[in-house]
């Protein structure tokens, strides 16, 4: 652990020789988790392996220069990075932008069955509780994986949501009317539905936001 309080005005080189080395070899493994350590030989030598942004407790202001960082609006998002530009005298403070998408899960993917008695009348699945947001914009894209072209689907809609109405405005992509996963709504929460007339058991989603204010 590196230790801010070696060496002392009175210590004797062989005294805190010791402790000084500690304190580098503390130094090259703490920067050594998001850099390439100070010992490092290779090309990647001072360079980045990833950034590492914890949560901050509120979003900070970008007076003089454009920030990256870490941040959570409410807990159904999580933390996610945002970017920040510098300042305009015309805005004030900017609104955060959100970089991080939000993924549906990778491992178990989504099975939605087709409706009964009418096919086209499928089940739904859960998106996100938009409850805790003032406005956001985003934009959803969802399909279903298959070996078979005639199981592929897709589609994706770009979403206005405004809790002074606690309502949706939901564009989507494809407007044919043909039979697909369709991007629906039940209160405060954005939900996929098929609306395909099979059964899928191969659906994903990601949901990227454009604009969060709470």
């Known amino acids: 652990m590196y230790n801010p309080n070696i060496p002392q ?21 703490v920067y050594g988790v998001d850099h390439y350590a100070y010992d490092d030989t290779s090309q990647n030598a001072t360079f980045h392996k990833k950034v590492t942004t914890p949560p901050l407790g509120a979003h900070p202001d970008a007076t ?35 970089l991080t998408a939000i993924q549906s899960n990778n491992v178990s993917p989504i099975v939605l069955n087709k409706g ?7 089940q739904t ?21 298959s070996s078979s072209s005639s199981g592929l689907y897709v589609n994706s809609a770009t979403i206005v949501y405004s809790n002074t109405a606690s309502a949706f405005k939901i564009q989507m992509l494809d407007q044919s009317g043909n039979p697909n996963i369709i991007i629906v709504s039940s209160g405060t929460i954005l939900q ?20 969060i204010e709470i």
């Open 192 to 211: 996929i539905k098929n609306a395909t007339g099979n059964n899928l058991n191969n659906v994903y989603w990601t949901l990227q936001f454009l604009r």
């Open 9 to 29: 005005p009175n210590d004797l080189l062989s005294t805190s020789q010791g402790n000084i080395l500690n304190n580098f070899g503390a130094l090259n493994s």
């Open 125 to 145: 699945s859960n998106v996100l509780d938009f409850n805790g947001i003032t406005r956001a914009f985003a934009v959803l894209t969802t399909g279903n994986f």
């Open 116 to 122: 009964s008695p009418n096919p086209l009348n499928g």
């Open 64 to 98: 003089n220069n454009s920030i990256l960082y870490s941040y959570q609006d409410i807990a159904s998002v999580g933390p996610i990075q945002y970017s920040k530009g510098k300042t305009r005298g015309d805005q004030g403070n900017q609104v955060s932008t959100p």
